[in-house]
């Protein structure tokens, strides 16, 4: 049965910038980068190959010790030309200086995907490169393929500030999309759940999964949210998710028989001058992306949104699971009585004195920069958390469990069903500037590790 | 302002580590993000923007709302001299007088208050807290004019020392801050804060049949008597002070800020529209103490209790108590329901308090004060209703 979801719960952020609808010439970069902390659990990472070896787009070229059957491959083909390691060696970046001309690994293709059996998916998929596409909740890590997911979640749609359309990096994939929805549907003992809103594309709404309809304000698109109305995580159980550009990467294995590491991602920011989308391939270093694109002045380069993305500089590489570059100011400057003074530049979702964002209208689009906008203080304000979260979950209530390590309190208070994404927009509203989703993240492990 | 900027670029080193000022580091930067935001940006991960509002814009927002509570506290202050020793004034002169009386009080309580909140922060190396911005005006404005400026200061120390800081500094408090400071003068100095105290005579003499009587003291005199309440508040030492309207407006005798019902109202309306009070709490307690009020009525055992319920919402300082003390976010419950429950009951206790108890004429202060300590046991309830939900899903 479907389910129609109306959230009123939540907080759009209208930002200046968004990419038009238009795919721009860009030329591939020289490197690539595959980093281990983009996924997001992985503790010992090993290499499987060296500086100098040359690889193929699906050559695995790393795997998490603890899931050894999963193989992270290389999105390009050409050389591997660097090691990054950080501190007691740890592995930040394997670098690949890319060929001219992408050659592929081959593995099995099959016309006919239905015919296949689970086992067989699991192994093409482990060792195809698209299984870390699969996310698994609770703890928003990269799922194990020994476990059976109580059901798998596509959120169609992403209302992040400044996300790009799903349907237009879509375009073209239909047949692959459709595909990786049935190859998903043989990896659960339950449904495939693809939630969509008004503005998806139809071949989204087409599949034979169970379609549910999400309709509200950001976070309406976070699959954790939906997930929260559709069929809860409890404890115990496993579900997972995966990204619409996941499902087509893992049709495309199975029909093209490739790694296809290719996506469509967005420049967006009040700093590109002309933001609009880009072909390029996963880990791509974003030198070339923001040559020239980008207006004078001090930035900052985002791989991914605003709320949940990472810092890179300028010659840095693109997440694995992102699919923006979002380039803003940086607020690294003092104010003068920049506490006080009435203002309708700076968004606020709060109305305190002199904060008059409100007036503008849904419609205006704000320019952000990175500055605090104020200092960590201790919890005081309370209840305003709660008008961003569309869950059952007193997420003050469950942050302060974490930050007394209180175990049961964790479980209790829905530690289960959330990930960093879901209370992003408690950080970005929090009068008190808390790191509210590194401390979710520090409870996460801890309950995980527990 | 490039060369305030400067000023501070100059002096900072000093007060950085390694510099001879080095201790005093957080003393200096509350000065410096007084005048200058801070240029601090988010981290490389989690949110890279931030929302414009922070702790002191919060905190401000509260001290704009309780301007009109001082303004017209400043004017009743002097205005209620002038009544009690039969002069006529002009507003500038009742404004002088009032401003005499309330602008020392004010500074007393901010420097006392922030005095330790300094020293605090300086041993315990962490920021100033904004939180004693609102403290140090609400204690003014549940004082009467005529309290001695030590027993402000005094009061100020024991609040923040006792109230706060041995529970952590700001946020981590148990009780009202505010309240604690009042409270510690209704008990260590009772003679300066209750009884015919709330009228500043001075030097003057006092009109004949002139009587510091508060709506509060005639309704513990009227739990004894015959005549209706009603009655006895409008045959009052001076005709209508005591009538409805004139207690919604405040021109009357009582603590500095808490005696205008309407200057309370317009203070609730700028945080209810900011958002930065809770507008749950704020209309639990009103709607509390009406319910109480009216069922006090339905047993009508003697004139107090008689007394019409509208009466109890302009009476004393339950309007102040509702709107600034109540919705006290860090004393407050936290959970959305719990917030209807423990407002709900401070009204209800306040006129508990009021009419049954008549060793406090005035019940606002304790019932906040004693639902300060059960607001965590509300919370506990109602954020165990929301495990119990998820347990109940549960299959293992």
Known sequence: MSQNIKLKKGFDINLAGKAEKKIAELSLPETFALKPSDFVGMSRAKLLVKEGDTVKAGTPIMIDKQVEDVMYCAPVSG???????????????????????????????????????????????????????IIQRPFGVVASPQDTPKAIFI?????????????????????????????????????????VNKDSADFLKSSKAQINTVEGPHPAGNVGVQIHHIDPINKGEVAWTVHPYGVAQIGKLFLEGKYDASKIIALAGSEVKTPQYYKTYSGAAINKLVDGTIKEGHVRYISGNVLTGNQINSTGYLGFYHN?????????????????????????????????????????????????????????????????????????????????????DMEGLGIYEVIEEDLALCEFIDVSKNEIQSILREGIELVKNS | ??????????????????????????????????????????????????????????MMTVIIAMIPCLLFGIWNAGHQHFLAIGEVADLTDKLLMGGILVIPIVIVSYAVGLGIEFT??????????????????????????????????????????????????TGMNILNVALTARAFLYFAYPSQISGDVWSYIGDGQAVAGFSGATPLAIGAAAVEGTTPMVDMLNDSWTAGIYDFWNMFIGIMPGSIGETSTLMCLIGAAVLI???????????????????????????????????????????????????????????????????????????????????????????????????NVFAPLIDFYVVGANKKRRLKRATV
């Open chain 1, 155 to 195: 959120s169609a749609f992403d209302s992040h500030p400044l996300a790009p359309d799903t349907n237009f990096i879509l375009q073209g994939n239909e047949k692959y999309f459709e595909a990786g929805v049935a190859i998903l549907s043989k990896l659960t003992s339950g449904k495939v759940h693809i939630n």
């Open chain 2, 273 to 371: 529209i900011t958002g930065v009070g809770s507008w749950k709490i704020i209309f639990s307690v009103f709607a509390g103490a009406f319910v109480m009020g009216t069922v006090c009525n339905m047993f009508g055992a003697n004139e107090y209790m008689l007394l019409p319920a509208q009466y109890h919402l302009v009476i004393g300082g339950l309007a102040f108590g509702a709107v600034f003390m109540a919705s006290d976010p860090v004393t407050a419950a936290q959970t959305e329901t719990g917030k209807w429950i423990y407002g709900f009951l401070i009204g209800v206790l306040t006129i508990i308090i009021r009419v049954f108890n008549p060793a406090y004429p005035e019940g606002i202060m304790l019932a906040i004060l004693l639902m």
């Open chain 2, 120 to 169: 605090f922060a300086t041993i315990r190396k962490h920021e100033v807290n904004e939180g004693f911005l609102v403290t140090g005006m609400l204690i003014p404005l549940v004082m009467p004019a005529s309290i001695p400026l030590w027993q402000v200061g005094l009061a100020t120390a024991f609040a923040v020392i006792i109230g706060k800081e041995v529970f952590g500094g």
């Open chain 1, 324 to 408: 923006q570059v979002t380039v803003i100011p940086e607020g690294d400057y003092y104010e003068f009585f920049g506490w006080i003074t009435p203002t309708t530049k700076k968004l606020s979702f709060h109305r305190a004195f002199g904060l008059l964002s409100f007036l503008g209208g849904k419609n205006k689009e704000y320019t952000l920069d990175t500055n605090t906008r104020g200092q960590h203080r201790a919890f005081v304000q309370t209840g305003s958390f709660e008008k961003v979260v569309p869950m059952d979950i007193l997420p003050t209530h469950l942050i302060k469990a974490i930050m007394a390590e209180d175990y049961d």
């Open chain 1, 79 to 133: 050389e591997i030309a660097e090691v990054v390691r950080g501190a007691k060696r740890k592995i930040l970046e394997i670098r690949i200086l890319a060929d001219k001309e992408i050659q592929f690994e081959s593995f099995s293709k099959h016309a006919d995907v239905s015919s296949l059996s689970k086992e067989a998916v699991i192994d093409q998929m482990t060792k195809g490169g698209v299984w870390p596409n």
């Open chain 2, 1 to 58: 302002m490039k060369f305030i900027e400067d000023i501070f670029a100059k002096v900072r080193p000093n007060f950085e580590k390694g510099g001879k000022w080095e201790k005093f580091y957080y003393v200096y930067e509350a000065h410096e993000t007084l005048f200058l935001a801070p240029n601090s940006t988010t981290s490389a991960r989690g949110v890279q923007v931030r929302d414009a509002v922070d702790m002191k814009r919060m």
